[in-house]
């Protein structure tokens, strides 16, 4: 799968760019390639190379069904460290199998554990947890350390301050130290994944990582109403010997409940197609040699509209917001002109001003079209300019009881 996205130069319009994709719908277009052409000829291509799975057994503390969802490669692109299953938050490491070209979930090669599963949030003794963080949101391996974001999943004060705490050896995630926690100056507006700026941005940001989140928890008074953007240096907090402290960050994106990115949450009008309150963002990177932001998540609702413990279409009662229609789900993903970041950091825009230039369901293997929102995480490798994403309930092969998430993998050819 290939597809690709053309840059232009700036003119204020809601069509800023346009897309050629092959397996992306991109929204407000009936068929499934667009060709805006304009002058500006810079390209990218995202060429799916393939996808494996992992094993459903149990590994220490923690087994892969039901999935966090948070995780991130080490920087070799060999392992990757990732949060197992939902009602344990614990972290293990698993070896990177050759990625297979199938659309059958049982022929992908399955990834080898390297380190067990080992719970932090839940371990006091190597971890002070006083305000009773219970949900991994982010990890980053940063020189060698794992650095790992957290939050509580119903804040209802939204008074947590504690953000973050560091595994000081990835590699030996049984017996290292742990510090934190750390407070990120966004809190849990920021407290989502983290990706490292490329070269020219670290300059003009005086920043080398990007932290970001979305309201994918309960209480939104504590989270960013849209996909957020905010700047750090969390490298300088690798290698120190620091138990805990502040770490500085610069807004760039931010929203509100007073200044949502849309206002619309619920769709009443009909008219968002943009984001929604069930809508959920996992990660963003702006992309190499680009002044793209590319953000993935999930939406839904923008068809069939929202309501609040409404009855669906099929009778089914829910508990809190959704789509009136049960399929009215999908896979999603927003791209923001970073350029506009430096406009919030130059004070000629606010930070809950910025739009997406652009927006769309994502067609990916294993998710049946327009019906499925299975994205659960995501991370970019700049080493190696490769993507992965997970998505959950995929493999059904290994339980009759349980179902393995798949990932997938997309290389970035400039």
Same mark, same amino acid.
């Given at each position: 799968?290939?597809?690709?996205?053309?840059?232009?130069?700036?003119?204020?319009?809601?069509?800023?760019?346009?897309? @050629?994709?092959?397996?992306? @719908?991109?929204?407000?277009?009936?068929?499934?390639?667009? *060709? &805006?052409?304009?002058?500006?000829?810079?390209? $990218?291509?995202?060429?799916?190379?393939?996808?494996?799975?992992?094993?459903?057994?149990?590994?220490?503390?923690?087994?892969?069904?039901?999935?966090?969802?948070?995780?991130?490669?080490?920087?070799?692109?060999? #392992?990757?460290?990732?949060?197992?299953? *939902?009602?344990? &938050?614990?972290?293990?490491?698993?070896?990177?199998?050759?990625?297979?070209?199938?659309?059958?979930?049982?022929?992908?090669?399955?990834?080898?554990?390297?380190?067990?599963?080992?719970?932090?949030?839940?371990?006091?003794?190597?971890?002070?947890?006083? &305000?009773?963080? *219970?949900?991994?949101?982010?990890?980053?391996?940063?020189?060698?350390?794992?650095?790992?974001?957290?939050?509580?999943?119903?804040?209802?004060?939204?008074?947590?301050?504690?953000?973050?705490?560091?595994?000081?050896?990835?590699?030996?995630?049984?017996?290292?130290?742990?510090? +934190? $926690?750390?407070?990120? !100056?966004?809190?849990?507006?920021?407290?989502?994944?983290?990706?490292?700026?490329?070269?020219?941005?670290?300059?003009?940001?005086?920043?080398?990582?990007?932290?970001?989140?979305?309201?994918?928890?309960?209480?939104?008074?504590?989270? /960013?109403?849209?996909?957020?953007?905010?700047?750090?240096?969390?490298?300088?907090?690798?290698?120190?010997?620091?138990?805990?402290?502040?770490?500085? #960050?610069?807004?760039?994106? *931010?929203?509100?409940?007073?200044?949502?990115?849309?206002?619309?949450? %619920?769709?009443?009008?009909?008219?968002?197609?943009?984001? #929604?309150? @069930? /809508?959920?963002?996992?990660?963003?990177?702006?992309?190499?040699?680009?002044?793209? %932001?590319?953000?993935?998540?999930?939406?839904? +609702?923008?068809?069939?509209?929202?309501?609040? =413990?409404?009855?669906?279409?099929?009778?089914?009662?829910?508990? +809190?917001?959704?789509?009136?229609?049960? !399929?009215? %789900?999908?896979?999603?993903?927003?791209?923001?002109?970073?350029?506009?970041?430096?406009?919030?950091?130059?004070? !000629?825009?606010? /930070?809950?001003?910025?739009?997406?230039?652009?927006?769309? !369901?994502?067609?990916?293997?294993?998710?049946?079209?327009?019906? #499925?929102?299975? @994205?659960?995480?995501?991370?970019?490798?700049?080493?190696?300019?490769?993507?992965?994403?997970?998505? =959950?309930?995929?493999?059904?092969?290994?339980?009759?009881?349980?179902?393995?998430?798949?990932?997938?993998?997309?290389?970035?050819?400039?």
């Amino acid at each position: 799968m290939i597809f690709k996205l053309r840059s232009y130069s700036i003119i204020r319009k809601l069509s800023l760019t346009a897309i @050629i994709l092959v397996g992306i @719908i991109h929204n407000g277009h009936a068929s499934e390639t667009t *060709d &805006q052409l304009l002058p500006d000829d810079s390209t $990218f291509n995202f060429e799916y190379l393939g996808a494996f799975r992992f094993p459903i057994k149990v590994f220490g503390s923690s087994r892969m069904s039901y999935p966090n969802g948070s995780f991130t490669l080490s920087p070799n692109g060999k #392992t990757i460290f990732v949060a197992g299953h *939902d009602h344990y &938050q614990s972290i293990a490491e698993f070896l990177i199998p050759e990625l297979r070209l199938t659309k059958n979930p049982s022929e992908l090669l399955i990834a080898a554990n390297v380190q067990p599963f080992h719970p932090f949030l839940r371990n006091t003794k190597r971890l002070e947890n006083p &305000q009773k963080l *219970d949900r991994i949101s982010g990890m980053e391996v940063i020189e060698g350390e794992l650095f790992v974001n957290a939050l509580e999943f119903y804040d209802a004060p939204a008074d947590n301050t504690h953000t973050t705490f560091i595994v000081r050896d990835a590699y030996n995630l049984a017996s290292a130290k742990v510090d +934190g $926690f750390f407070t990120l !100056k966004g809190r849990a507006h920021s407290a989502g994944w983290m990706s490292k700026l490329p070269k020219k941005w670290q300059e003009i940001f005086s920043a080398t990582y990007l932290n970001g989140y979305a309201p994918n928890h309960a209480i939104n008074s504590r989270l /960013s109403m849209g996909p957020s953007a905010f700047v750090s240096n969390l490298d300088i907090f690798a290698g120190v010997d620091e138990p805990r402290g502040l770490i500085p #960050t610069t807004k760039l994106m *931010d929203f509100s409940v007073k200044h949502p990115i849309h206002k619309d949450v %619920y769709n009443k009008s009909g008219n968002n197609k943009v984001w #929604t309150e @069930i /809508s959920e963002a996992f990660y963003g990177f702006i992309l190499p040699n680009n002044d793209f %932001y590319f953000v993935i998540g999930n939406s839904g +609702g923008h068809e069939s509209k929202i309501g609040y =413990k409404a009855t669906q279409t099929n009778g089914n009662k829910c508990g +809190g917001p959704c789509a009136f229609d049960p !399929k009215d %789900y999908y896979n999603f993903y927003w791209i923001f002109d970073v350029n506009d970041f430096v406009a919030v950091k130059n004070g !000629k825009k606010k /930070s809950y001003e910025l739009l997406p230039i652009n927006y769309g !369901k994502l067609q990916l293997p294993f998710a049946p079209s327009n019906k #499925t929102r299975n @994205i659960v995480g995501a991370d970019f490798n700049e080493n190696s300019e490769t993507l992965y994403i997970m998505l =959950k309930d995929v493999d059904h092969t290994q339980s009759q009881f349980e179902r393995a998430p798949v990932m997938l993998a997309y290389k970035i050819k400039l």
